[in-house]
Every structure is written in C-alpha cells, then in structure tokens.
C-alpha cells in the first residue's frame, strides 16, 4: 500500500513522528475548525458532536485531535497498515473520551461497503496516493457513498509530481477528478503543506 513497513515505522516512532505529522495535523485542524465554524442556518454556533468516517486513520492524527476537540459522536475508521492499525488501537484502548468508536483494520475500499449514506464528514487525508491509479475513481465514488446529504468529504493528497510513487496528479487534476465523481466543485484550501479538497454533498 505504500505505507510504512514495521522498520520504518519503528524509525518514526523513535523520532516521535516528529518530522512525519506536522503536515498531516495541519489538514485535520484545518477541518475540524471549519466544523466547528459551521452555523445552523440562524447564524448560531452549535456545539453538536457530528459523525465521521475515514479511510485510513493511520497512528490516529486525526482521530485524536477530533477527541480533543469534542466534535465526534460516532466514528468508524479503517487502516490497511497492521503496525499503524496495533498503534492505534493501543493508543485509544484507555483514551478518556474514546466514545463510540468502530476501528478495523482491512484492505481498501472492502470497509465501506454497508456505511453508505450514513457520515456527515468523510476523511481521506494523505491516504489515496497509497492506492493504485487505477482504483482511484472506484475508491473516490465509495468514499462519496459513504457521505449523508448534506455532508461533506474532506481530502488530501500530494499534489505536484516528485517521483513516480507519488503526486500522480497535479492539485487541478485532482480537483477536475473530484468534480467528476461527485458533481459538486470542490473548495481547496491551499496550505504551506499540502492541499485540502473540501466538497459538500447537496
């Protein structure tokens, strides 16, 4: 898949992911503030706790931080890397505000199947350059199913071509791909670090 394999993820913890999340933080905090920005139509902030899915969780960047935040209700994740997977699990098992939590581990895009039309925000932060070109409109279209109306999708990739492993598409290409799966434009926030693809669904 392209993620860490266990020596490099011993590398990584060593350093305490230090050089590996910064990035990665950013695209979940990015998001979490526009959640908690939303209004309910009136102008009002309300402080509700919102359903969530992602596909590939990781070491829990962004789960965490939408804990700390106090924004999740329900959330189901998966993550194709066992290493990252065990960290995870472990990382939560004793977390005060863990709530209702559904994690699993598995191969893209199997975990999305039954979840469709049932999250009002879907994450895919720098996961889908790890799946092959040729399942990446297949993946999109599942991720999208899996957004209620009225949600949103939020994503991110590398965007400019460095090597053959990654960036297979420019930030347009992207956004031209998105659009054509969801038939909505997306919003792009274009960070120092990469940038992150919001699209609503109507």
């Not at 933080?25 to 706790?49: E, L, V």
């Not at 829990?60 to 804990?67: E, R």
């Not at 472990?90 to 699993?104: C, I, M, P, R, V």
């Amino acid at each position: 898949m392209g993620t860490p394999d266990s020596r490099e993820y011993d590398r990584l913890k060593e350093r305490n992911f230090g050089d590996y999340s910064e990035g990665h933080r950013h695209m979940y905090t990015s998001a979490i503030k526009q959640i908690q920005d939303a209004t309910d139509g009136q102008g009002q902030h309300p402080h509700r706790r919102v359903t969530v899915f992602e596909a590939g969780f990781g070491i829990g960047y962004g789960l965490k931080q939408m804990l700390a935040a106090g924004i999740v209700d329900r959330y189901v994740g998966y993550e194709p890397q066992v290493d990252s997977f065990n960290y995870t699990v472990k990382e939560l098992a004793t977390h005060e505000q863990a709530g209702d939590l559904n994690l699993f581990h598995g191969a893209f895009p199997a975990p999305m199947h039954g979840q469709e039309g049932q999250f009002e925000h879907v994450f895919c932060i720098e996961v889908i350059e790890h799946v092959p070109g040729e399942q990446h409109e297949y993946f999109l279209a599942r991720l999208w199913d899996t957004v209620a109306p009225g949600g949103t999708l939020w994503f991110s990739t590398p965007c400019i071509r460095r090597a053959p492993r990654e960036g297979v598409r420019t930030t347009e290409e992207w956004a031209s791909l998105l659009h054509k799966m969801t038939g909505e434009v997306p919003r792009v926030d274009r960070s120092r670090w990469t940038y992150l693809y919001r699209v609503d669904k109507a």
